[in-house]
């Protein structure tokens, strides 16, 4: 086995637990975030800086990486950890996400999927089986299972399909990822769960998923557009119905508050390209609500982003120099927005597993609670005025990343 | 007097020397090279990094700071080294380069210089004391006076009445400067000699300049598309004429192997956006050559950039990474490929200083003049097929930044 997850801790109100997962490339203090470094990069960071903040695992999309440089040159070249000389642990996802989004340009059949390159319309195929052979190349510490994720609302026979198709694919990437154990005996392998909102179809799914087996699961299909209440409900009752005793991954999921609701229902593990993403668009998340950084009242401001955080980026920069840097359009914005949305994200989740450990996870949570959604800092007031300046900067990067 | 020099060691076959130039700010070795920071950051550079790789002293644009975000803001915040939190040397230009670039947006009249700002089109006017003015607000170390730079080639009467209002506009700033001195007893002023590739006219200009005495001399108007070989002799001409207790700055100026010949011919201080322009252009500097890392011949090469360089990312990532990064467009290929030329140029003049001070500079510049120009590898192979591969992206960016 690739993996060893051990349960250090468990909340006594809710489902949440502290673990160890232990892996090849180190260890992974849980619940934790996994930074997305889409095509082998986390977007505006260095590997150093990504160790300095405290990241231990990272996830890379295959599909991104297949395209380019290549499953095969990866290979040659280390897989993912030598490539990207990143030492830390490596999940990738299946590449399963990324091509159903293309829609257009891909199409599923009961054997796989054929797409089209969003980069130069080449032809590719992708089964079950070879979407692990090309992760064992990447050399990932965890490999997740092809999967075939609905948006939302869809209706109850495209996700029944969705269900079947994803069991039957998890079945055979269990299968071959056996007969290939050999080669990479340090790798895992995780099979993902489907059913969109739809509770019953949930816990088939799962029944399925687990009948194959696998050393840990993941809840897809979430974060796709459903309402937040509906995505909580179904994150709930879906990873109860989990083996307490393996890793629980919910997939793109989501906002700082997300994580802590998903924490609270079960999940250990999650990643978002929200920090980053939104870290470019100049929005950035502090311990007073997200604020978007460009706007004209932070010109003079001489304080850092969060006067709670010590982040590098906050022990240094103050808000006009960055505001600035977002105007003239300097790299060294995205830089240190990036930087800081990140710890913001990696220092809840320590934060997060600190109170389970120390037994005040519901205390915890109830102040995060009656705090309310953070919102930008001023929002509220723009739109008392009618307008609404940043919203679909801040909440367009809902779900994971293409 | 804000700064002072001395002279520590001195090459005995040319006019390099070794000096130590001390600011408000710290200390900087001579010769020494200038990252430019054109709007208050280094394209792609934190300051935590600039501080790692040894920069000691960075150059920031008058005209790009004062239109955005506005000198006063600035002032503000603690002037340059409080906005930017750079703790080291700061150089501002005069502004006078990049409005004499704007051309048609500019007009120059006897008192000072209009121009139209190129981001909105709106009205401004530079005088040599308003230049003096928004450069204390800024709180450089040293700040250069305004003046009038001419295009290669000029008529020998532009060139003349360059020199003239540059001359005019020197003991303006100069006077000005004085009066304001009590205000900012830190900061120096630099003297700019114009005079294009005339000899007379560059002594004509040195003497002026002179007359009205300043901490440092500067050379303006070269790398403005002048033969290499007459740039060399132009600076030594009017190097030569300088006094030799005072830091001697060649502007704009240039590859690693001009900084070289520079410091030959007596230059103490460099500055030029090749290194940080030309990464962002997928161009490296290493001791073998330049090499254009986006080339195909590097996709499975696992070696760094530079193997004998020792910078941080030489230390931990590959040609092949950082080719793979360009190609994806991903932001961490031009914070790398800066990173690593910026640490190649002050390295090359750690290496000269070092060489000068240990008596074996001669040495070290008939290796480097034996070794020839250093132009991309590989290109010397793409020329014989017919091809010019990638010259315009390494070539085209002699001469200052606008």
């Known amino acids: 086995m690739g993996i060893q997850f051990e349960i250090i801790a468990r909340d006594g109100g809710s489902a949440a637990r502290a673990g160890l997962l232990q892996t090849a490339h ?14 082998a990069s986390v977007k505006g960071m260095g590997q150093g800086q ?11 999309n295959t599909y991104h990486v297949y ?26 996802d299946s590449g399963g996400f990324q ?37 064992l190349a990447l050399g990932a510490d965890i490999l997740m299972t092809l999967d075939d994720c609905v948006e939302y609302p ?4 495209s996700l029944r399909r969705a269900v079947k198709l994803t069991s039957c694919w998890a079945h055979r990437s269990k299968q071959f990822f056996q007969e290939r154990l050999g080669d990479s005996p340090h790798s895992s392998l995780f099979g993902i769960i489907q ?15 687990m009948e194959a087996g696998f050393d840990g699961y993941a809840l897809g299909g979430l974060s796709v557009g459903e309402p937040k209440a509906l995505s909580y409900d179904t994150a709930e009752s879906t990873l109860a119905l989990l083996p307490t005793g393996c890793p629980r991954y919910l997939m793109g999921v989501g906002t700082p508050e997300d994580l802590a609701e998903g924490v609270a229902r079960g ?89 389970i450990v120390s037994g005040k996870f519901q205390d915890w949570l109830a102040r995060m609670r009656a705090r309310g959604p953070r919102i930008e800092i001023g929002w509220r007031e723009e739109r008392l005025k009618g307008r609404s300046p940043s919203r679909d900067v801040c909440y367009r990067d809902f779900g994971r990343n293409l």
């Open 67 to 92: 395209l380019r440089p290549g499953h095969e040159i990866v290979r040659e070249l280390g897989g993912l950890h030598g490539f990207m000389a990143w030492p830390g642990a490596i999940l990738t």
């Open 195 to 209: 059913g969109g909102t739809d509770r019953g179809l949930r816990r088939e799914s799962a029944e399925e998923i």
């Open 267 to 355: 999940a250990d593990l999650f990643d978002c390209v929200m920090p980053t993403r939104n870290a470019r668009n100049a929005c950035v998340f502090t311990s007073e609500g997200r604020l978007v950084i460009k706007n004209a009242r932070y010109a003079r401001d001489a304080g850092p982003l969060d006067p709670a955080c010590r982040c590098a980026v906050c022990r240094r920069y103050s808000r006009a120099y960055i505001r600035h840097l977002f105007v003239a359009r300097e790299m060294l914005a995205a830089m240190l927005a990036t930087y800081h949305n990140l710890w913001f994200y990696l220092d809840t989740m320590r934060e997060i597993r600190q109170a």
């Open 99 to 135: 091509v159903m989004s293309l829609k257009e340009l891909s199409r599923v059949t009961e054997d796989g999927v054929w797409f089209r390159s969003h980069l130069d319309g080449s032809s590719h195929y992708l089964s079950p089986e070879r979407a692990v052979e090309i992760q």
């Open 50 to 60: 990504l160790e300095e903040m405290g990241a231990q695992i990272i996830l890379a």
């Open 154 to 157: 869809a209706s109850e026979e």
């Open 26 to 39: 180190g260890a992974v203090e849980t619940p934790a975030f996994m930074p997305v470094g889409t095509a």
